[in-house]
Nanobody, 119 residues
């Protein structure tokens, strides 16, 4: 059974940093990409960052570029999201997802972790 388990969320002040983790298990993820999405209260889920597990290619939403960094551990089973210079508008539930690199869809989702940034 494939599982994506996020951790690392919490309550911080504006300007602080947090690192989220997404541990993947249940299958090999060769040929997959993994991404972080976020959903603020009463808003739609939006893309944050993505990493290709084979090539290491990364991409970011304009709102987080330069502040957030997505990375992968050596075993390619855990994806991280380093979030620096956090702003109140970064407050959301952050979820990780996994999908085939050549697919437009996301096959697996984690349960999400809450990030709250106070001003």
């Amino acid at each position: 059974q494939v599982q994506l388990v996020e951790s690392g969320g919490g309550v911080v002040q504006a300007g602080d940093s947090l690192r989220l983790s997404c541990a993947a298990s249940g299958r090999t993820f060769g040929g997959y990409r993994m991404a972080w999405f976020r959903q603020a209260a009463e808003k739609e889920r939006t893309f944050v960052a993505v990493i290709n597990l084979s090539t290491g290619y990364t991409a970011y939403a304009a709102s987080v570029k330069g502040r957030f960094t997505i990375s992968l551990d050596n075993a390619k089973t855990t994806v991280y999201l380093q979030m620096n210079s956090l702003k109140p508008e970064d407050t959301a539930v952050y979820s990780c997802a996994a999908g085939l690199s050549d697919s437009g869809s996301w096959d697996y989702w984690g349960q999400g972790t809450q990030v709250t940034v106070s001003s």
